[in-house]
């Protein structure tokens, strides 16, 4: 079989915010290196990446997608990712199965949010970087105050290896300044021609190199010695150095493009074969043994035992699932023999596909330092790895951030529950963003997500897909009952119907127990008031009375139960007379013992700029927050604050709106406590409306 030598392959994800244009530019990509024959367009919905319902009607990314290209005899494996905050954990992963990144940058709107976090995740990887600033037709468009707020966000050496020839709508070709030649375009067949520098750019272009190679001999020892003391540096010194710089993250070359009109992109992708490294090039990658015992070292190697990791599954209703793979070492056909390290299961390769967007096509085999799909795997999905038995590895999985906002649904089609969670398990295997439960006291459906948008495209795709459609609301909150004082009570029950009767009569002491230990039951008969045989069935009609209080009928915790006397009949009683007695008994003693409402308090840990540090501390009193404590992170604070979980069913997009979309958070249960007086009687009205529901 044919496969590409690790030494001719870039793996590069295109990064930035939304509406950067990175899938525009992936699209004149695509174009210019011959794989499509006309620009895609994603407002059309002729483009090749976002080619999904919901990418059509929202106009923006969802979820990554591969491709490939073959430009000066090597081959691009691209992955198109999403920017907007709702989905950014896709591009996050996507960033650590590549040696390179394409950050896309907004000539208009600079560097936003995303295009930070995505940055960062790429520096955390080692991953090598390249800036594309597009838009440049754009109105208001600058080259240099965009080059000038990436040197200022972004921490190495942010340097042009080429300026734009005209401004806005009089963009039209660029200058190479590294070499120091000209291209323009005059159609958007994105293969520009050589031209004479303008006189008005000459001065502007000598400026430009000679700051790229102030950066480039920075960022070599010997070079820099010689820079120093006058030497010229010759374009084939800095050729080599340039490209060892960008490989080691120490220098981040930028170039103006205009993907819609295809200029300056054959630069760049000439800039993506020379600058980023190949997998041959990054070399070994040292990843723990399967059992975490060791550490191995993988090289880019065809020949050595296979070790893939899979870092994005597609769920489709037709095909089944889809892995995106990255192949770390070794070659694989399509019968190849690997193991599952989380499951121990045992897969055999399939179908091997090469993507492009939806379309595929269907390869012989594989090899190091390649992206493929597999199709048809039995049980592998997001985060696994597949290796040869003869090596076991496993590769770290990209840890998503726990959900920032819960929704409870309800199937539209009464009796379609079982259909609705079967559809979500299955979406929850391409997209582990989203979490999907049963909650065990309120028995609702609860949805999980990054935001409300991320929620109403998992549900569109269901109604899609699955054909099942559900309404949102606002999940309850696991209020739960305990009680303050201690109480004596009753519990009768008699009941005669002609023939044999129902008889059960006990005593009970009801007072609190310790926080957190939940229900204690003291069995304090003498002398046989209550036979021993019916004792467990007074126990269990309290705990089944405890399921539903009586403050607000939610569970109640913490209390200590003593059944000290009681009486029986030899003929009417029963154990489920003892049973209703016990319930019974219960409930007058809850009543009597001071019974209050408790409410779920979280742990709740905000990270934002320093600036807006004033406003999530205000917000956080109004949501009856208590502060736990801050710190410094870089530019960034965090702020931990004790929060009753309540008051956060809509902190997700008021912190959005606070920081700008720079502000994140986490949160975990730590206690339960008292309900505010104040509180209690509109929870109340609530429980009471849905019993009448």
């Not at 590409?4 to 793996?11: L, S, T």
């Not at 770390?328 to 193991?339: E, H, K, R, V, Y």
């Not at 489920?576 to 809850?590: E, H, R, T």
Request: hydrophobic share 40%; aromatic share 6%; glycine share 8%.
């Amino acid at each position: 079989m044919a496969l590409v030598d690790p030494a001719k392959i870039r793996n590069v994800a295109v990064v930035g915010h939304r509406g950067a244009g990175k899938t525009s530019l992936v699209e004149a990509i695509l174009h210019t290196a011959g794989a499509k024959n006309r620009l895609g367009s994603v407002a059309e919905g002729t483009s090749t990446m976002d080619h999904d319902e919901d990418e059509i009607k929202r106009q923006m990314t969802i979820s990554s997608a591969p491709a490939h290209v073959d430009w000066d005899k090597r081959r691009i494996n691209l992955i198109d990712t999403p920017g907007e905050a709702s989905f950014i954990n896709e591009a996050m992963g996507g960033l650590s199965v590549v040696e390179g990144a394409l950050v896309v940058i907004n000539a208009v709107n600079k560097v936003e949010v995303q295009t930070e976090r995505v940055w960062k995740r790429a520096a955390d990887l080692g991953v090598a970087r390249l800036v594309a600033i597009n838009m440049m037709d754009r109105e208001r468009a600058s080259f240099n105050e965009a080059l000038d707020a990436a040197r200022e966000r972004f921490e190495g050496s942010v340097v042009a290896v080429a300026i734009p020839i005209g401004t806005e709508q009089a963009f039209r070709g660029v200058v190479d300044v590294l070499q120091m030649k000209a291209y323009t375009y005059d159609d958007t067949s994105g293969r520009g021609k050589e031209a004479p520098i303008p006189d008005e750019l000459a001065g502007e272009a000598e400026a430009a190199h000679e700051k790229l190679i102030e950066a480039v001999a920075e960022a070599d020892d010997e070079l820099i010695e010689r820079y120093l003391e006058g030497e010229e540096i010759t374009l084939e010194q800095a050729l080599p150095a340039l490209k060892t710089a960008v490989a080691q993250g120490l220098v981040f070359p930028a170039l103006p493009v205009c993907a819609t009109k295809n200029i300056g992109v054959d630069r760049l992708l000439s800039m993506i074969e020379f600058a980023l490294p190949s997998p041959a090039r990054a070399g070994a990658r040292t990843v723990p043994t399967a059992d975490g015992s060791d550490q191995v070292s993988l090289e880019p190697d065809p020949e050595a035992p296979v070790a893939l990791f899979v870092f994005k599954t597609i769920s489709d209703q037709f095909s089944g699932r889809i892995n995106l793979a990255r192949i770390f070492s070794g070659t694989i056909a399509g019968d190849t023999q690997l193991t599952n390290v989380r499951t121990g299961d045992k897969e055999r390769t399939g179908n091997i596909l090469a993507m492009q967007g939806k379309e595929s096509k269907g390869l012989a085999g594989a090899g190091a330092g390649d992206i493929v799909a597999l199709a048809k795997l039995k049980d592998t999905a997001t985060g696994d790895t597949l290796v040869d038995p003869a090596r076991a590895v496993r590769f770290p999985a990209y840890e998503f951030p726990p959900p920032a906002i819960s929704f409870a649904i309800t199937p539209k089609v009464k009796g379609e529950e079982d259909k609705a969670s079967s559809a979500l398990k299955r979406l929850s295997e391409e997209d582990p963003a989203m979490q999907f439960r049963m909650d065990s006291q309120t028995h609702e459906m609860i949805i999980s997500g990054t935001s409300q948008v991320h929620v109403e495209v998992i549900l569109d795709k269901m109604k899609r897909r699955f054909g099942v459609e559900v309404d949102l609301h606002p999940p309850r909150v696991p209020y739960r009952e305990t009680i303050r004082g201690s109480a004596k009570a009753q519990g009768r029950h008699k009941k005669q119907t002609g023939g044999r009767g129902q008889f059960g009569d006990c005593w009970i002491e009801m007072e609190p127990a310790p926080t957190g230990s939940g229900f204690e039951f003291v069995d304090a008969i003498v002398g046989g008031a209550i036979p021993r045989g019916f004792i467990p069935a007074v126990e269990k009609g309290v705990v089944e009375a405890m399921e539903k209080g009586v403050v607000a009928g939610y569970p109640v915790v913490d209390v200590k139960v003593r059944l000290y006397d009681g009486s029986y009949h030899t003929v009417d009683s029963s154990e489920m007379a003892f049973k209703i007695a016990g319930s019974l008994a219960f409930q007058k003693a809850m009543q009597q013992a001071g019974p209050v409402l408790l409410e779920p308090v979280m742990n709740v840990e905000v990270i934002a700029p320093e600036e807006s540090m004033g406003d999530i501390m205000g917000d956080l009193s109004s949501r009856r927050g208590r502060p736990q404590g801050s710190e410094s992170l870089g530019e960034m604070h965090v702020i931990r604050a004790q929060v009753p979980l309540a008051e956060t069913l809509s902190y997700a997009p008021q912190l959005r709106s606070m920081t700008g979309g720079r502000g994140s958070y986490t949160m975990e249960f730590d206690h339960y406590e008292e309900v505010p007086a104040h509180l209690t009687d509109k929870i109340i009205e609530e429980a009471a409306e849905r019993k009448e529901d």
